[in-house]
């Protein structure tokens, strides 16, 4: 900022951000951590994320979280982006260094916080469920973690996941990237030595795979990237089954701590952000 007198701001940007938790969480992080900042949310049309993520730049903000439908068109509009970013081709967070709103993504770090906390084994064998950008987001975050050392990738369209094995060339070297092709989930067979399984499936195909397609038991854990207050029947059944589950809303929580301590430099309680995010949400 220009000067020390002007309050901080950052915002939330999406198309739709109704029922969205991060505002309520990021207002009562920031009175936790007694800083004087704004919190802003809007809602902007596709067609106009340009305008706003220049506006953002030239109005001093701070920083800004990017809901996950415009994390892939910011690749090509933010002008700026760190090395993770480049590499995951998606933009989850804008991040002012100096005079620039530099893109980062923070969703996958968000998986990797998650499984640290939960001192998992490493190297592991992962299962992406889904060959598409928050599939990639989070394994290109896994890999450079070296949290795990084998990613398949299983998806009902087969070009898709070639592609997304195909895209990880050079970059994945020391953790080899292999698609599966599958007609039907039925037929599927979890690959021998699989322990996580991530599951970041678009909602037209949540309810064709069920916990026992991929032969979930204690043991096994699952991560479920759907953003939402109730988890998803393949995340209840896999818990039933005694499988560990990280669901959605974890994964706002941390991905929302990650960004506030990126802007403000400051650490941030993630059991008051939980707490919040569950307020917000009547849970």
């Not at 598409?132 to 009902?156: K, M």
């Not at 069920?210 to 979930?216: D, G, I, M, R, V």
């Not at 479920?224 to 929580?253: Q, Y």
Request: with cysteine; net charge negative.
């Amino acid at each position: 900022m220009s000067s020390s007198a002007l309050i901080e701001k950052c915002c939330l940007i999406g198309p739709s951000l109704g029922g969205d938790p991060t505002h309520f969480m990021v207002e009562r992080a920031l009175g936790a951590n007694q800083l004087d900042w704004r919190f802003v949310t809007f809602e902007v049309q596709p067609t106009h994320l340009a305008d706003a993520l220049r506006g953002l730049a030239v109005l001093g903000f701070r920083g800004a979280l990017l809901a996950p439908a415009f994390r892939a068109a910011a690749v090509d509009l933010v002008g700026t982006l760190d090395q993770r970013a480049k590499d995951s081709r998606s933009v989850s967070c804008l991040i002012r260094t100096g005079d620039v709103l530099v893109g980062h993504d923070l969703e996958g770090a968000a998986v990797a916080a998650a499984l640290t906390e939960r001192k998992l084994a490493s190297p592991l064998a992962c299962l992406v469920l889904g060959a598409n950008r928050a599939g990639r987001s989070i394994a290109t975050a896994l890999i450079a973690a070296g949290q795990v050392n084998q990613v398949y990738v299983a998806d009902l369209d087969p070009k898709g996941t070639e592609k997304f094995a195909h895209d990880f060339g050079p970059a994945s070297a020391n953790c080899p990237v292999e698609p599966i092709a599958i007609e039907a989930p039925e037929e599927f067979d979890l690959p021998e030595g699989v322990k996580l399984i991530i599951s970041t499936l678009p909602a037209e195909d949540r309810k064709k795979w069920q916990a026992k397609h991929l032969s979930l038991r204690s043991g096994h854990t699952l991560v479920d990237v759907t953003r939402s207050g109730e988890r998803t029947v393949l995340a209840r059944d896999a818990a039933k089954l005694g499988a560990e589950v990280i669901d959605g809303l974890e994964l706002v929580v941390l991905e929302t701590k990650l960004a506030l301590e990126a802007w403000s430099g400051e650490a941030f309680d993630g059991a008051l952000l939980r707490d919040a995010a569950e307020e917000f949400m009547g849970l």
